[in-house]
């Protein structure tokens, strides 16, 4: 059974443009989060959707967004980028929306010049 | 505001040392997770704990929850080059919470 997978795996963009991430969770999971890690750091919370609604939403700009589609894969979505949003982004799967075992993809790595 | 602190940061040691980490915050949560992420790749889930006091072993590392679910520890004996890695702790304190990560302990064994 394929685990959580994620595209692109690497990314490059230019500051002010738009950027859409995307998230395939584990089959039967219907919760779907979004982490932000930065080098060197813990990942940090950005959304949470289960059953297609948004959950939970950690302290980011509202430049970010996520949806949640019928069949639970998820994007992120993310506008007029800025240098300090280069990180590795990640997602993470589980069965329930109290999603304390939660099962990661191998990330995006966004780069943004 | 919920935090998790890690201690050390960074530790190296030799190949076949016992070492300790610690995951400490002041809130009380209802479980909490032991994560291993290997540089470019995501966390990869070691251990769940749910009840204070709590010790799991999973072959060479041992993990516990405090009795006041505020902190946790992970040892390990006997360490290996294959045990390099990120180690997360992630917390979460109810229902429908966002789960908090701490910043991590980077270990590195050397062989």
């Known amino acids: 059974d394929a685990g959580v997978t994620q595209s692109p795996t690497h990314l490059i963009k230019t500051r002010g443009q738009h950027v859409t991430l995307r998230c395939s969770p584990i089959?039967?999971?219907?919760?779907v989060s979004w982490y932000q890690q930065v080098l060197g750091q813990g990942p940090q919370f950005i959304f949470q959707?289960?059953?297609?609604?948004?959950?939970g939403r950690g302290n980011f700009p509202d430049r970010f967004s996520a949806r949640q589609f019928p069949n639970y894969s998820s994007e992120l979505n993310v506008n007029a980028l800025l240098l300090g949003d280069s990180a590795l982004y990640l997602c993470?799967?589980?069965?329930?929306?109290?999603?304390?075992?939660?099962?990661f993809g191998q990330g995006t790595r966004l780069t943004v010049v | 505001t919920q935090l998790l602190e890690q201690s050390p940061q960074f530790l190296s040691i030799q190949e076949g040392e016992n070492l300790t980490v610690y995951c400490n915050s002041s809130?009380?949560?209802?479980?909490l997770q032991w994560y291993r992420q290997e540089p470019g790749e995501g966390p990869v889930l070691l251990v769940t704990?749910?009840?204070?006091?709590e010790v799991k072993k999973l072959k060479r590392l041992t993990f516990q929850f405090g009795d006041a679910r505020k902190d946790s520890s992970l040892h390990i004996t006997a360490a290996q080059p294959g045990d390099t890695g990120l180690y997360l702790c992630?917390?979460?304190?109810?229902?429908?919470?966002?789960?908090?990560f701490g910043p991590g302990t980077s270990l590195s064994v050397i062989p």
């Open positions: 993470a799967s589980s069965l329930w929306a109290q999603n304390t075992e939660a099962f």
């Open positions: 089959s039967g999971h219907k919760s």
């Open positions: 959707y289960y059953e297609k609604e948004e959950r």
């Open positions: 809130s009380v949560f209802s479980s």
């Open positions: 704990v749910v009840t204070g006091g």
């Open positions: 992630a917390g979460a304190s109810g229902s429908y919470d966002k789960v908090i």
